[in-house]
């Protein structure tokens, strides 16, 4: 398998990620290295999910040479495996502005505006869900489609306060808003709550269990590289349906509002 790589820096340290069968994967050499594990190797034989790891063929400084590349899930095992200070900060990057880039983009880029620089619009969309009773989704849709972007961060320094404004008049004067149609399948209000309600015990759970779990694998004397499936898989139970289920909790909350119409 051949693929262009794309190559950025936490702190000082060069990871590089690809799309692979539109998947973000990352380089596992490189990956440890900022978790400062020394046998890469060991940790895919012992660790990874095979499924979730490839080999690529692409161009180093060295000439053309095979690389091992993990998928999203793998890189979170290895997250947890590392006792390095950084290692959750590491983590809430990759997840809140790496992976996000590379799915809309195929790359990842810098933000134009810092997360300090984009305060003034949060909070003006706050106001706008507020005042408005519309759901966050919907307030930032009305700021992605006024200024052709898909996400806050894609904005200028120079066209923030123009957000805000608009944010504002939206709020005094109140704007015609089309909601996009979406297929969707209905159910009761009840069921829904309860979904939510489940999810969210199963969740607590799942945090509890896994930690348990790897204390009894500390306490038995295996080495931090020596797999373990069942703390793994609870992580991922607790990790992998967050974005989804924020976005239910929200749709269960708004049945309860007005439906989105001219806003006055």
Known sequence: MN????????????????????????????????????NSRRVNAEMLDQKGVRNAYTLTNGGKQELTFINE????????????????????WVFDEVLPQIRKTGKYERSQTTVDDRTGLRDAVNML?????????????????????NHIDELTKEQLPQAVEYAHKIILEGELIIPE???H???????????????????????????ALRQIHQIMGYEPYVRNDLAAG?????????????????????ATMPKLGYVK
């Open 181 to 183: 149609k979406q297929e």
């Open 3 to 38: 693929t262009q790589l794309q190559t950025f820096n936490f702190k000082s340290n060069t990871v590089r990620a690809e799309l692979i069968e539109n998947e973000a994967y990352f380089c596992l050499a490189d990956v440890c290295a900022v978790m400062d594990i020394k």
């Open 234 to 254: 609870l992580f991922d139970i607790h990790h992998e349906f967050t974005v989804w289920l924020n976005d239910f909790e929200q749709a269960v909350t708004a």
């Open 129 to 149: 869900v507020s005042k408005k009773g519309l759901i966050y989704s919907d307030a930032y849709q009305l700021i992605h489609q006024r200024f052709n972007v």
């Open 185 to 211: 399948i209905a159910i009761g209000l009840n069921t829904a709550q309860a979904l939510v309600k489940f999810h969210r015990l199963a969740v607590a759970k799942a945090q509890k269990a896994e930690t």
């Open 73 to 92: 899930p793998n890189l979170y095992r290895i997250i947890f495996k590392s006792r390095k200070a950084e290692a959750i900060e590491f983590q809430n």
